[in-house]
């Protein structure tokens, strides 16, 4: 059974940093395409980043160089480095792999099958 299982959210003040943690069971990195969503109540769940199986990054246009996604294949885990955190950037955020190690451009959740429980990270001004 593949189970993406994420850690390290918290609360923080505006321009501050965390990492999210991504650890994958059952399944190893290099078989998968990886992503980051995150999702606030009452809104579609959004693609924030993505890794597939060779270390290429994709990101959301409103990260803007301020997140960066990254794999540690020996360790079969994955990280969110969030830099210069915003209030807008408070939400649940999920760590998903995807039945490919290839990942579309498009960021969409719908492509992912396996999902964590999420991890909270709130941003206040």
């Known amino acids: 059974q593949v189970q993406p299982v994420e850690s390290g959210g918290g609360s923080v003040q505006s321009g501050g940093s965390l990492r999210l943690s991504c650890a994958l069971s059952?399944?190893?990195?290099?078989?998968?395409?990886m992503g980051w969503f995150r999702q606030v109540p009452g809104k579609e769940r959004e693609g924030v980043a993505t890794i597939d199986s060779a270390g290429l990054t994709r990101y959301a246009d409103f990260v803007n160089g301020r997140f960066t996604a990254s794999q540690d294949n020996a360790k079969n885990t994955m990280a969110l480095q969030m830099n210069s955190l915003k209030p807008e950037d408070t939400a649940m955020y999920y760590c998903?792999?995807?039945?490919?190690?290839?990942?579309?451009?498009?960021?969409?959740?719908?492509?992912?099958?396996?999902w964590g429980q999420g991890t909270q990270v709130t941003v206040s001004s």
């Open positions: 059952g399944a190893a990195y290099t078989s998968h395409c």
């Open positions: 998903a792999a995807r039945n490919s190690p290839y990942c579309s451009s498009d960021l969409s959740h719908l492509v992912f099958r396996y």
